[in-house]
Every structure is written in C-alpha cells, then in structure tokens.
C-alpha cells in the first residue's frame, strides 16, 4: 500500500498556502550565495522566531531546525541534490548529482522531513545536464512513492551564460510552461518555478502544473519590487513562494517574513505589505 504524501505536504501548507525560506544555498559553492548565511544557528534562530511555513535546507544543517523542541516550528523542505550551474564561470562539465546516490531520500526521512526538493536544470547546449537531472528525479520519485514523500521539482529554465555573466533564468512563459510541465509529467508533488517576465502571465504556469506552485525569489531584489511581484503573482494563483537572498541578506529578516505571510495568506497587497515591513 502506498503512504500518502498529503500528510506531510499539511505540514508545509496552510490553508493551501505557504512560505518557504530557502537556506540551501551552501550547496551551490558560490561565495556570495553565503552573505547572511555566515552564523547558521542565528538565522535559524532568527526564522523560528520569524514564523514562515517551512525553512529548505540541505541534510549538513537540517538539524539547527529539527533539534529545536518547539513544535510549532515551521517544516523542514530539503534538498537532496546539488550541481554547479549556479557558478559566475561557467564550467567546462556541467552537472548535476544526488547528494546520497544509493538511498537518495533516507537523509530526508531521517530529519523527518515535509518535503524534498531536487533541480531540473534546462540550460543552453548542455543536454547531458538535462538528462542528469531527469536521472535524478526518477530515483528520487521512486523512493518518494515508496514512502510517502512529497516531491518538489525545480525547473530552472536559465539564459546563456554569456548575456549576463553565470546563467540567470529566463522568463520567458513558454519555455517556462513546457518545463514546468515535464515536471508535472514526472509526478511532481509540488513545483518551485520561476516567475515569467510578465507576472500576469503566471497562471499558465499554474494552470499546467496541476499541483500547488510556489514562486522561486532568486537573486536579490528592491524589497518594494519584490512584494508588488509577489502580490501580482499570488493574484495569478500561485500558492506560495520559495525567498532566500531577499529575506536572510537583509537587516530585518522577520519584518519581511510577515510582510510576504500577509501577501501569501491574508491576500495583502504590495503596498499593505510594504507598510507591514515598514512597521516590523
């Protein structure tokens, strides 16, 4: 008998919703993804108190979250795979691997975790990255029907490495809805996507994937920009968002946190948010 995933997915999800603050960002070996992150303990510290639905880490740091006693703490999302096509050089072998090839979710069931994540890279001329990362999904998808884990995929549809220096996503909507796709095809329980150039495209994404979507942040970004965007695509029937450097690289993490939970889970609009942040 197959366990249902749902029971861990409630985890992460309320009311169908949810907040996810991306912490994975070791695993990615490029020197500024670790601004913010220097005192690991601190910031999730500092997140626990701050209150988001779930926290994505990888196995090396999951336990600052699990080890904690409080039992209202948010859900553990991990990741299980790595790669380099994040790097700012673009390297001569592109890949990407399983963090544990042989049981490739047995860390994620150790840390109890809700949720797993893995990457589906799409970038220029690199087919053999491509078939890595279906590889890799494959494996994983199999153990995660055998025991119940939900499966977040990442599709990362990325532009050449040359138009901005390290391969930045593309947002365009019809590359990113065929990708978002295939991961649905493959029995994605959850998809972490990019959102389009134009938000008010984003229910396409929506629409094809079948399962709830969540929002990947990205780089960086103007805080005022980052909650009009996320407003917009919340209004787009997105069900949540995946922030990393725009929430634990600025001064005020917990103030940001509750602005984004207003806009995910009460409906707020950028500017209510902006006030909320304002007011944190």
Known sequence: MRLSPKARMNRMFTNGRCLDVALDHGVCNEPGFLIGLENMGGVVDALIGARPDAIQMAY????LLQARPERDKPALVMRIDMGNPYNAQRHRVMWSMLQNAEEPIIGALEMDAACV????FMLPDEPELFRQCVGNISRVRAACHHYGMPLM???LVMLPNDIRGGYQVDGDAER?????RLASEMGADIIKADPTD????FH??????????LVRGGGKEDLRAVLDKSARLMGQGAHGMVYGRNIYQHDNPKAIVAALMAIIHHGASGEEAWEIYKNG
């Open 198 to 201: 134009d938000p008010e495209a």
């Open 60 to 63: 090396g740091q999951a336990d």
């Open 153 to 155: 995929i990442e599709p």
């Open 117 to 120: 994540v893995v990457n589906l």
């Open 204 to 213: 396409r994404v929506v629409e094809t994937a079948r399962v709830p979507v």
């Open 176 to 180: 990113i809805v065929t990708l978002v």
